[in-house]
């Protein structure tokens, strides 16, 4: 005996299990990003496994080969990040005087403006850094562990991707297994899709954020600004964080020309090369690299990374992208749930233009159509004759 839910049980059966999935990807979230994260990657480095592997290396020593690439130029980038940090430490000096000449202008204001004397501010501000300080040092050692917990989970990274890469046949077979019913050239399409769509996704990011590198470096060193080439990459690293990546990467470098120059009309330029790097960015540089592969529209593109940052906070951001554009693969492919494909992507222009002419063209004939009808059924009723149906089309 077959039983249909009713509209409202499903609907209650929806939602229900939405809560519990998202409630188990909260509580996962240490274990559950670096195995994202490790998938992801994966499938950037898989066609220099692949090809290593068709050059006449087994399978074992491609991967480990291109996990020790990899592992390399982790290495290397962090590196010379490490060294354009440790430089800032020559600045400290500096900061330390353009801080104390802006503490005591800061106090002269309040003092002119509110009648506060200075002891009465100092007093204030230890009373504050008291208060700070005691309940500071739960959030530090929370903070402490969390992020001990977090670094020993990112370790277990490249040992993730190493039997992705490896055990990549078997995954696939246990596709087929769990959708026996459906082709297996239907299935191979989807998972070549999906790698289709994060490998350009990738590799269309690491260009655009070469790119955006070099303008806001290029206007940085305009400017005169200190670690102009650290800065400018920094900025366009935190690409990988949609919309809002760019603007935060601005904040450091805005700072820093506040203390080291003696105008803050420098920070006002600085301001202003990264709004128009990001506009660039936004509207040229992503659109014209990147092209049509990711075809998620901006509405949910904000909502995802909105959703990705209440979930997984930093990490949701930056996953938040490529996970949308997975699910909007098996939406596609899935009939069901087309639907939903369609409003995750980018409208078709065109295609909205065609239908809309089309309608039009329909419409005055149906009109002219729907008028002669309603005049004849009038005729009939005042003249007491009944009007001859006509035969229906058939399309």
């Known amino acids: 005996m077959n039983y249909k839910l009713p509209f409202i049980g499903k609907l209650a059966f929806a939602l229900i299990s939405i809560t519990i999935f998202v409630y188990w990807l909260m509580v996962l979230q240490d274990i559950l990003v670096p195995i ?80 506060i004397g200075k002891k009465t501010q100092l007093a204030r501000l230890r009373q504050y850094g008291t208060g700070f300080l005691s309940t500071g040092g739960t959030i530090f050692t ?56 994060v490998h350009s996704y990738l590799t269309g990011l690491v260009t655009v954020t070469i790119i955006v590198g070099g303008l806001n470096t290029i206007g940085l060193l305009i ?31 805005i700072i820093i020309a506040l203390i080291t120059k003696d105008s803050p009309m420098y920070a006002v330029g600085v301001a202003g090369v990264f709004i128009f790097v990001q506009f660039l960015e936004g509207n040229f540089i992503t659109p014209q690299v990147v092209g049509s592969k990711i075809s998620i529209n901006g509405l949910v593109a904000i909502i995802a990374l909105l959703l990705g940052s209440a979930l997984w906070g930093i990490a949701g951001m930056a996953l938040s992208l490529p996970t949308i554009a997975i699910l909007k693969v098996v ?65």
């Open 223 to 253: 400017l005169g600004i200190d670690y102009a080439v650290f800065f400018g990459f920094l900025a366009a690293a935190l690409l990988v964080i949609p919309f809002i990546g760019i603007l935060i990467g601005s904040i450091l470098p």
């Open 36 to 115: 994202f994260i490790s998938v992801i990657l994966s499938m950037a480095i898989f066609p220099v496994a692949n090809w290593l592997e068709k050059k006449g290396l087994g399978r074992i020593l491609s991967v480990t080969f291109t996990m020790l690439l990899f592992t390399m130029i982790m290495i290397g980038v962090i590196w010379l990040a490490s060294i354009q940090i440790a430089d800032f430490g020559e600045m400290l000096p500096q900061l330390e005087k353009r801080f104390t000449l802006w503490f005591n202008q800061i106090q002269r204001w309040a003092e002119s403006i509110f009648h």
């Open 331 to 395: 939406f596609d492919a899935v009939p069901d749930l087309k639907p939903f494909g369609y409003i995750l992507g980018e409208p078709d222009h065109d295609r909205l233009r065609q239908d809309k002419k089309r309608d039009m063209q329909s419409f005055v004939p149906d009109l002219v159509e729907s008028i002669v009808e309603t005049t004849e059924d009038v005729k009939s009723l005042v003249s007491g004759k009944k009007r001859k149906s006509k035969p229906e089309k058939i399309d």
């Open 142 to 197: 929370t903070a402490l562990s969390t992020t001990g917990s977090v670094l020993g989970n990112l370790s277990l990274i490249p040992i993730y991707m190493f039997f992705f890469l490896y055990y990549r046949d078997f995954f696939r077979m246990f596709f087929y297994k769990v959708f026996r019913n459906i082709n297996r050239k239907r299935i191979d399409a989807v998972l070549n899709k999906i790698y289709e769509v």
